[in-house]
C-alpha cells in the first residue's frame, strides 16, 4: 500500500535560518507530489508540486522542493524563513492512475524569533 | 482568485442525526473530493467524483455516506446516521484534471455530540 512519512513532527527554527521538511513515499509506480500548508484554523494551500520534468520545484512564498526518484524523496526547503511561515506543512502524493491524496502526517514548522 | 467555498463552517449535531456538508467547487473543475481531518490527525481521503460518479472510496466512506452533486454547482457530502467518531474537519476538494493539482475549500468542522 502506499504510504507517505514525514518524520519530523515538530521543526523549530530560528527566524532567517534555513529549513528543510522531509517527506518520503513509498510507491512502485509514478506519482504526483504535492507539498500543501496550513495556517491555523484555515484549510489547506498549495504550496508547490511536482507532475513531471525538472525535479526541482520552485513553489510560492520562497519554498522549492527536490523530487528524487531513487530515494523515494520530495524534501521541502526555503533558505530563510519568516515569522509568518510558522504552520502546518503536509505532503501529499497521488499515485499515478488514481487522484486521491495520500497525506502525511504533517510537520508543524514554527519559527522562532 | 476562484476558490472552493463549504458551508456551515462548523456544524454541531446529535449522534445519529443526518448532516449534509455543503461545497461549492471552482466553476470549471471537472474532479470533486471529500477528505476529513480528525483534531491532530492527518488528512485522509473520503471519496472522489467525476462525470457524476463515485470513481474511488476509502474504507471510511461506508454506507452511512453519500455524495451528490444535485445541480451545476453544488456539491455536498451526506452523512446518514453521525456517530461520535465523525467528529471532524471535512475539506471539500476540486481540480479540472485528476492528475492536477486539487483546490481545498476552507473545511466544515463537524462536532457530533
Known amino acids: 500500500a502506499q504510504s507517505v512519512t514525514q518524520l519530523d513532527s515538530q521543526v523549530p527554527v530560528f527566524e532567517e535560518a534555513p529549513v528543510e521538511l522531509r517527506c518520503n513515499y513509498s510507491?512502485?509506480?509514478?506519482?504526483?507530489l504535492f507539498w500543501y500548508v496550513q495556517y491555523p484554523n484555515q484549510g489547506l494551500q498549495l504550496l508547490l508540486k511536482y507532475l513531471s520534468g525538472s525535479t526541482l520545484v520552485k513553489g510560492i512564498n520562497g519554498f522549492e522542493a527536490e523530487f528524487n526518484k531513487s530515494q523515494t524523496s520530495f524534501h521541502l526547503r526555503k533558505p530563510s524563513v519568516h515569522i509568518s511561515d510558522t504552520a502546518e506543512y503536509f505532503c501529499?502524493?497521488?499515485?499515478?492512475?488514481?487522484?486521491?491524496?495520500?497525506f502525511g502526517t504533517g510537520t508543524r514548522l514554527k519559527v522562532l524569533a | 482568485e476562484p476558490e472552493v467555498t463549504q458551508t456551515p463552517s462548523h456544524q454541531v449535531t446529535q449522534m445519529g442525526q443526518e448532516v449534509i456538508l455543503r461545497c461549492v467547487p471552482i466553476?470549471?473543475?471537472?474532479?470533486f473530493y471529500w477528505y476529513r481531518q480528525i483534531l491532530g490527525q492527518k488528512v485522509e481521503f473520503l471519496v472522489s467524483f467525476y462525470n457524476n460518479e463515485i470513481s474511488e472510496k476509502s474504507e471510511i466512506f461506508d454506507d452511512q455516506f453519500s455524495v451528490e452533486r444535485p445541480d451545476g454547482s453544488n456539491f455536498t457530502l451526506k452523512i446518514r446516521s453521525t456517530k461520535l467518531e465523525d467528529s471532524a474537519m471535512y475539506f471539500c476538494?476540486?481540480?479540472?484534471?485528476?492528475?492536477?493539482?486539487?483546490?481545498f475549500g476552507p473545511g466544515t468542522r463537524l462536532t457530533v455530540l
Open positions: 510507491s512502485s509506480v509514478s506519482v504526483y
Open positions: 501529499a502524493v497521488a499515485r499515478s492512475g488514481t487522484y486521491k491524496y495520500i
Open positions: 466553476s470549471n473543475h471537472l474532479y
Open positions: 476538494a476540486s481540480s479540472d484534471r485528476g492528475f492536477n493539482e486539487q483546490f
